[in-house]
């Protein structure tokens, strides 16, 4: 099925761009801050977005007006933890059990949640777009580059998740035995330390290969950037610098 939709899909070539050559990402875009395409590859190409998913887990539920600073009705792998540190474990370290625990905390269960995920999408006119779970390791959750740029639009007007994307490490404070353990979760996408970063979630698992997607101020201008389908969790990051440099003309 995946590769019927890979060849199923309209291909839109950039190859009269001497950066393109060195991106290994299937699809991929740039787009400027209202959301118009600058350059692009396969922007039509719908695939599994593996944990891109949790943008759109963290909207609905904080659309729900869910009480961040309340502790977790259920423990995060044995610890007690508010919801706030799981909506900042899912953007930051996109950790599945966050965003799996955020989905069930929901005020009318986890299948309302799935379903509000896919209302929201369609709200947003996210038209290529399908959720079957709150993490993105069901490889049904499929979108693609167009409409992921409206899912960053959107994910940009919630103050807690650009707070979460912009941490570059989550800490989780346990008790053991009188003594206070401390264990760090790092951001899965190195460039938040390095870039003006607004939002951005990176994903992968298999069928989907290495994705991220991000918005940032580059030269002083908001950029939304699209990687989808690269080799690898490390590849992603390497196109995705690549569209950064491509744009500040140091490419």
């Not at 899912?90 to 949640?113: E, M, Q, R, T």
């Not at 167009?146 to 960053?152: G, P, Q, R, S, T």
Request: aromatic share 8%.
């Amino acid at each position: 099925m995946f590769r019927q939709l890979f060849y199923g899909a309209i291909f839109l070539c950039a190859c009269n761009l001497s950066f393109a050559k060195n991106i290994q990402a299937k699809s991929w875009l740039i787009a400027d801050d209202e959301g118009k395409i600058i350059e692009q590859e396969n922007v039509e190409f719908i695939q599994p977005i593996a944990s891109i998913t949790k943008l759109m887990t963290a909207i609905v539920v904080l659309d729900s007006n869910i009480n961040l600073d309340e502790q977790s009705k259920t423990r995060f792998r044995g610890i007690n933890v508010t919801n706030r540190q799981l909506l900042n474990l899912a953007i930051v370290h996109s950790d599945n059990k966050a965003a799996d625990l955020l989905c069930k905390n929901y005020k009318s269960g986890y299948h309302s949640c799935i379903g509000t995920m896919n209302a929201k999408a369609h709200s947003i006119g996210m038209i290529n777009t399908k959720f079957y779970d709150s993490t993105g390791l069901d490889n049904r959750n499929t979108s693609n580059a167009l409409d992921l740029i409206k899912l960053l639009q959107t994910a940009e007007k919630y103050p807690e998740i650009v707070n979460a994307s912009n941490k570059t490490v989550v800490e989780i404070v346990k008790k053991h035995k009188r003594k206070l353990i401390t264990t760090k979760y790092t951001n899965t996408n190195p460039l938040v330390a390095k870039y003006n970063v607004i939002v951005s979630k990176t994903g992968y698992v298999r069928a989907s290969g290495g994705c991220l997607v991000m918005s940032a101020y580059v030269q002083g201008k908001k950029k939304l950037f699209v990687i989808l389908n690269s080799k690898t969790t490390r590849t992603r990051i390497h196109d995705m610098e690549t569209l950064i440099l491509s744009v500040a003309g140091q490419s």
